[in-house]
């Protein structure tokens, strides 16, 4: 199983990016699927997941700006991320775990939110 997580980069306070994260070898819509994030000198932490229902689960930092979806007919999910913030820098993963010890990780996308 392979996760490629895409789309990070440089932008303005405010603005917007859309993270992709393509799902190689088993079907996401099997699992649970997550996007995490990692500043510097911070632990990983969940930003949202969305379930194998379609039900999604927001951090509280990113709740009315970030959205979670996914594309089962592609493989793919996504973090729309709106009104981004300087405390929103970090690496993002993507993450999706179809049971206990079963779950695979992506090597991360870096957003970086210029004030």
């Known amino acids: 199983v392979q996760l490629q997580a895409s789309g990070g980069g440089l932008v303005q306070a405010g603005g917007s990016l859309r993270l992709s994260c393509v799902c190689s070898?088993?079907?996401?819509?099997?699992?649970?699927m997550g996007w995490y994030r990692q500043a510097p000198g911070k632990q990983r932490e969940v930003v949202a997941r969305?379930?194998?229902?379609?039900?999604?689960i927001y951090a509280d930092a990113v709740k009315g700006r970030f959205a979670i979806s996914k594309d089962n007919a592609k493989n793919t999910a996504y973090l729309q991320m709106n009104g981004l913030k300087p405390e929103d820098t970090a690496v993002y993963y993507c993450?999706?775990?179809?049971?206990?010890?079963?779950?695979?990780w992506g090597r991360g996308t870096q957003v970086t939110v210029s004030s």
């Open positions: 993450s999706v775990s179809w049971g206990l010890l079963n779950t695979s």
């Open positions: 070898g088993r079907r996401l819509s099997a699992g649970l």
């Open positions: 969305v379930t194998v229902d379609g039900n999604t």
